[in-house]
């Protein structure tokens, strides 16, 4: 049977874009939904700044209960600095992502940086935590809210300076959903041939319902892993238009059917996502109308 791994970064990106702040034991049952449901690796939240974004301020929490909980699980966490990583160390996180945006301008929005400071940064984080893992996230590779369609030779040029910073992998991230099948093709092409040494994963947004269609082309062409939200929750804060993810129970619910073995528990996720929805008011992918009607286990 084909494999594929799913990671489930709704915990990080779906809690973000929720503006009130939800509670720290309801976020900890979604999560709990989540690995009952099978998820192996989880995006716990983010060691951001709480004037960026306050929803995040109980990280240092999360990690804790998710890391004793949960020992078997692959937990990682978004980071924008060093500040961050030192934060997810002391937390006893082991993986973490960095976060660059290929457009310069949605760089500076988000981190408040230019390329060759998160650059220098990244490389601090390398050289002061050895054995920390860490899975860079490309942001606006597709399209940026600022300065539009991304071109593929300066995602090049960046994967190329942080290929010199010691980084081997990657998520390439559709920030605000302008991806469509043929450009993730280019993409994935482009980047496996000037990079072979490295991995690449795929986290997609749905804003035109193409969600489920760049995730799966992302499949075909080796991505090493694909991102998606439970319930399509989703967005960043400073991405003017972004919304929610490609929903890890739709592409779970397709994947199963497309004969590859993803080890979810359908009718689990689908009452996590179901629970997630009835209690934060956030951006969702397009799907969600349909919760309430799949409710029928047509997976085995
Ligand atoms: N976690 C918690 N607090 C942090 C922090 C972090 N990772 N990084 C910085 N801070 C605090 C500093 O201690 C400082 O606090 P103070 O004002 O009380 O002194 C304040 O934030 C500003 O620090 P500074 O390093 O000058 O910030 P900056 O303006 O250079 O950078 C970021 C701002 C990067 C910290 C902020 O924009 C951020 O956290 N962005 C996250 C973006 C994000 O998560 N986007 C969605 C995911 S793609
Ligand atoms: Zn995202």
Not at 238 to 252: K, L
Not at 257 to 284: N, V, W
Request: aromatic share 8%; charged share 20%; net charge negative.
């Amino acid at each position: 049977m084909k494999k594929i791994e799913i990671v489930e970064i709704g915990p990080r990106d779906g809690f973000q874009s929720v503006k009130e702040f939800i509670p720290t034991e309801v976020k900890l049952d979604v999560i709990d939904g989540l690995v009952r449901a099978g998820l192996k690796k989880i995006e716990a939240t983010s060691f951001v700044s709480p004037k960026a974004i306050a929803q995040m301020r109980d990280a240092g929490e999360i990690c804790r209960v998710v890391r004793e909980k949960y020992p078997q699980t692959a937990w990682f966490v978004l980071i924008p600095n060093f500040y961050g990583a030192k934060a997810a160390v002391e937390a006893g996180i082991q993986e973490v992502s960095p976060v660059v945006s290929l457009s310069v301008s949605h760089n500076k929005a988000n981190v408040n940086r230019t390329h060759e400071e998160s650059i220098e940064e990244i490389k601090k984080i390398r050289g002061e935590f050895p054995d920390l893992q860490i899975t860079l996230d490309v942001a606006t590779v597709f399209g940026c809210p600022f300065e539009g369609r991304m071109a593929v030779p300066p995602l090049i040029d960046l994967l190329g300076k942080l290929h010199g910073s010691g980084i081997r992998a990657f998520t390439l991230c559709d920030t605000i959903g302008v991806a469509y099948p043929n450009q993730v093709r280019a993409v994935m092409e482009a980047v496996q041939k000037a990079f072979s040494d490295c991995v690449f994963n795929l986290h997609i947004h749905d804003t035109r319902n193409m969600g489920i269609i760049n995730t799966y082309e992302g499949v075909k062409c080796g991505a090493a892993s694909v991102q998606t939200s439970v319930a399509g929750l989703g967005g960043c804060p400073f991405a003017p238009g972004a919304s929610g993810n490609t929903s890890t129970e739709d592409f779970a619910y397709m994947m199963a059917q497309e004969g590859y073995e993803t080890g979810i528990d359908f009718p689990i996720l689908l009452e996590t996502a179901k629970k997630l929805h009835g209690c934060a008011q956030g951006s969702y992918s397009g799907h969600h109308i349909h919760i309430n009607a799949a409710h029928q286990d047509f997976t085995r």
